[in-house]
């Protein structure tokens, strides 16, 4: 157990670096920060941080895509919760994969049902063409940011803020457009639906990045962004004094809770490296949450699976787990195993 967390920690290590130590000097020979970098500027210091979906497509496509492009984390910014999307542009120029949807939908669905700020931070070369064909089609394809975009805007008033802080091509240019207030920074920031190349091959006319949809193009000509930046620093100090203006809300993220009431390191001892082994999971409940005892549902029946309330990291939830070794029946005339699902044990769960 313990060699299997240094193996995930070494792994996390590996992803944090995105598509390597290359494409991090290229974006800075350009002015601009990685994602990771403009998040610690984004989030308050000496505030916890979660973030979802790290490990997420690391094992596909030969290992071409950490993360997904993207990174997709929830934290504090000027005392109020938000999430973030940053799209990671070391990772073939922030361009869509397949996952890569997966990943901005679910930060979307924790805006909606925290009812919390969501905030782009946009790096995007678009989609990843080769891989198209995964990206759009179904009910959870791309089409459903965007339609996620209205519903937060115009039904839940949920705050959506996007900082266009690099390439916003194609489809890719509705997420910010569909957001409550947009931000782009000067020199290095472009929104359209084409580059230079495409508006010359359908007008006959050339015109430079900045020309078709830079930032001065679209704060002063077309109105659809907000605010224009001199840089990635000023650009996210301009979003945190935005979302300081928002009304302030309990955090989800530091609430005071007590200490577990054994060890989490324990966990390595208590956890067989054979995963077909028993182990006894209230030990293992008691290394995880707040130091109140478990308030177990129904604890002398269908014993072959726990459930009750509790505390972690001083939330109450709900907990349901799958006791492993034998149990007696409730009638005591079988016996019955941990990690099966009896109709008792499903009738208890319900």
Not at 69 to 95: C, H, P
Not at 196 to 211: F, Q, R, S, V
Not at 297 to 315: M, N, R, S, V, W
Not at 337 to 343: E, H, L, R, T, W
Request: glycine letters at 10%; charged letters at 20%.
């Amino acid at each position: 157990m313990a060699e299997l967390s240094l193996e995930i920690r070494e792994l996390r290590g590996r992803l944090y670096d995105g598509g390597g130590s290359e494409p991090i000097e290229q974006l800075h020979a350009q002015g601009k920060l990685t994602a990771r970098e403009r998040l610690r500027l984004l989030f308050d210091k000496d505030q916890p941080t979660v973030e979802l979906g790290l490990l997420i497509a690391h094992d596909l496509y030969d290992g071409q895509a950490p993360g997904a492009g993207v990174v997709t984390t929830l934290g504090s910014v000027s005392g109020r919760d938000v999430i973030v999307v940053a799209n990671d542009a070391t990772v073939r120029a922030g361009a869509w994969w397949p996952e890569t949807i997966t990943k901005i939908l679910r930060a979307q669905e924790v805006a909606m049902r925290c009812c919390i700020p969501i905030i782009y931070l946009i790096d995007s070369a678009g989609v990843n063409l080769p891989y198209r064909s995964g990206v759009f089609p179904g009910q959870y394809g791309a089409a459903r940011i965007f339609y996620y975009n209205a519903v937060m805007r115009r039904y839940l008033r949920i705050p959506q803020l996007a900082a266009v802080m690099g390439p916003c091509l194609a489809a890719g240019a509705y997420l910010p457009a569909l957001s409550d207030v947009i931000l782009m920074v000067e020199g290095t920031s472009f929104m359209g639906f084409g580059d230079p190349d495409l508006a010359k091959k359908i007008t006959g006319e050339m015109l430079d990045t900045e020309e078709l949809g830079g930032a001065r193009a679209h704060t002063e000509v077309s109105a659809v962004a907000h605010y224009v930046t001199e840089s990635d620093e000023a650009c996210l100090e301009r979003l945190r004094a935005l979302v300081s203006e928002l009304p302030a809300q309990e955090s989800l993220l530091s609430r005071t809770a007590t200490p577990p009431q054994r060890l989490s390191y324990e966990l390595y001892d208590l956890i067989p490296d054979d995963h077909r082994q028993p182990y006894d999971m209230q030990s293992i409940l008691e290394c995880i949450l707040d130091g109140e005892p478990l308030q177990e549902f129904q604890p002398d029946h269908a014993q072959e699976i726990i459930c009750g309330t509790g505390l972690l990291a001083g939330h109450p939830l709900g907990v349901i787990a799958n006791a492993r070794g034998t149990f007696k029946s409730s009638d005591g005339d079988s016996i019955r195993f941990g990690g099966v699902i009896y109709a008792a044990s499903a009738r208890k769960v319900a």
